[in-house]
């Protein structure tokens, strides 16, 4: 027999509205915004209240009076608790679409831009077992596990549904003791020595960083490489170029390309890549803070038709962006790994007159709420 618990008040009756980029749903209960864990917009549920802020509730579901019928069986028996996924309670179909809905969102309410052309997202080519790279925290008892958010300690996992096999072979050798580690966090990455993607090859240094989904990785290289719209006598840059993903196949189809990337080792790894691929001059690293290499002489004086910019989740900085449009390239494409910073910046590149032509969000992290985009600029 089910208890009314509506009129406790440690217990409401919730319809969700919406969901939070991080996976949270949202609804209102007297005009009080009440975040809910693992519950979908359109359902409605009673939520056991469990955190009382002023100006919002964090809430636990403990009963669905309707469910979405795009609800998915979650793959993982620790969704939900170790904090990795966000999604995995949608069927793929939906969390595509809301990938692809999150992303215009953040270009009109943040970018101001009043329609922009954000094509369908691109799915991933396995929606498990893709992630080439994991951190494992190390819990007190000396056991690997994931650090679930607004938790204090680690919880400890035996597999990793989103991991590559190799990553889960590592983690059982792991806990049985046959790999020993030391400090509170163990880095694991599938053998990259080389790694291939769409034809090129790539040595990857452990400190170095490289796309976490090395299939996808291939689709959004193609894409890009399509969007820069290279020709022979271009010369063009690459910016933020780790060891040298995009660097390679634009060396090939470009006259001239210089990649700028602070990090020592994956400089060090993209001059090796570039040296086993090109025999000749056309490709150049340089070891610097991408705004300090912009406003160097030898870059700002030389005309660049094309430009790649793959920056961190930060975004691109105000000074950077305004040396990155003094050279005035014809064409930009952007690589964003955060909307919300995308769109902040969209917004200066295109009062500064470029024209933001298309946004190509690619799923590069199924089951989580992270979205890759590719964003296609033109100078008006
Ligand atoms: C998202 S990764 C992209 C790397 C590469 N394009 C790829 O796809 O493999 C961003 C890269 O920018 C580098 N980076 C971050 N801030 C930088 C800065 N201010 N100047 C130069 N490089 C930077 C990081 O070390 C990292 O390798």
């Known amino acids: 027999m089910s208890t009314d618990l509506s009129n406790h008040p440690d217990y409401i009756t919730l319809d969700i509205t919406d969901l939070t980029p991080s996976g949270d749903a949202i609804g209102r209960h007297d005009g009080i915004v009440v975040f809910v864990p693992l519950v979908l917009p359109g359902e409605r549920v009673e939520v056991e209240i469990i955190h009382r802020r002023k100006s919002f509730w964090r809430g636990r579901a403990i009963r669905w009076l309707s469910r979405r019928e795009d609800r998915a069986e979650p793959p993982c028996a620790y969704f939900g608790s170790c904090g990795g996924c966000q999604l995995q309670h949608l069927k793929y179909e939906t969390q595509l679409h809301m990938k692809t809905r999150f992303v215009r969102e953040q270009l009109v309410h943040i970018g101001k831009f009043a329609d922009p052309v954000v094509l369908d997202c691109v799915p991933a080519p396995a929606t498990l077992g893709y992630r080439n790279r ?89 894409h890009t490489l399509q969007q820069l719209e290279l020709k022979q006598t271009d010369h063009a840059l690459d910016l933020y170029c780790g060891v040298g993903l995009f660097t390679l196949p634009m060396a090939d189809q470009a006259e001239y390309v210089v990649g700028i990337e602070f990090g020592e080792s994956s400089t060090s790894d993209a001059r090796r890549n570039l040296k086993t691929h090109i025999e000749d ?54 690589v964003s790994c955060d909307p919300a910073t995308l769109a902040r910046d969209a917004k200066v590149l295109c009062d500064a007159g470029y024209k933001m032509i298309q946004i190509q969000p690619f799923d590069m992290f199924a089951q989580t709420n992270h979205v890759e985009s590719v964003v296609t600029f033109h100078l008006n």
């Open 134 to 222: 994991v951190q494992f925290s190390i819990g007190k008892d000396g056991k690997p596990g994931y650090h679930p958010p607004r938790q204090h300690g680690v919880m400890e996992i035996d597999k990793c549904a989103i991991a590559e096999p190799f990553i889960n072979e590592q983690l059982t050798l792991l806990r049985s003791g046959r790999i020993s580690y030391t400090g509170q966090q163990v880095d694991v990455r599938v053998p990259m020595n080389p790694v291939t993607v769409g034809g090129y090859q790539y040595y990857v240094s452990p400190e170095s960083f490289f796309q976490v989904n090395t299939e996808q990785a291939a689709n959004m290289v193609r």
């Open 281 to 334: 001059e056309r490709a150049r690293i340089i070891t610097a803070d991408v705004g300090k290499a912009l406003a160097r002489s030898d870059i700002a004086s030389q005309s660049w038709q094309a430009v790649l910019l793959d920056p961190p989740r930060a975004g691109v900085n105000h000074e950077t962006l305004r040396q990155l449009i003094a050279l005035r390239a014809a064409r930009l494409v952007y």
